[in-house]
């Protein structure tokens, strides 16, 4: 799994792959990095477990959760509902070009 691949969820949306390498511990300055560079704001105070760390975000116009789970050691972009999948196909396009701004989506 590479940076910005997406991954099929069971609920059908696409997971967008942000970090394919990470830690428990980075978690925290990666939601804070991911923030800045995708234009998100936070919509609650991240949840940090021993083995699982969720934060949920608004993008462009769409919910999502920025997740850490111990079993990919990997951080996600989760869409909490399948009609966001354009947006994430967007970001995508606009990160593997290079691109910092998510906000002119």
């Known amino acids: 799994m590479d940076q910005f691949d997406t991954v099929k969820m069971a609920s ?29 704001t936070s919509l609650s105070k991240a949840v940090i477990t021993f083995d699982e760390c969720i934060a949920e975000v ?15 050691s990997s ?3 989760k869409p909490k509902k399948p009609r966001y999948n354009n947006i994430v196909s967007q970001l995508q396009a606009e990160l593997r070009r290079g691109g910092d701004d998510a906000k002119r989506f």
């Not at 990470?22 to 804070?32: D, K, N």
């Open 12 to 40: 059908g949306g696409l997971a967008f792959v942000l970090e394919p390498s990470s830690t428990w511990g980075e978690f925290p300055a990666h939601v804070e990095k991911w923030k800045r560079r995708l234009g998100a």
């Open 58 to 72: 608004a993008v462009a116009d769409g919910e999502f959760w920025i997740t850490y789970d111990d079993f990919q």
């Open 75 to 77: 951080i996600h972009l």
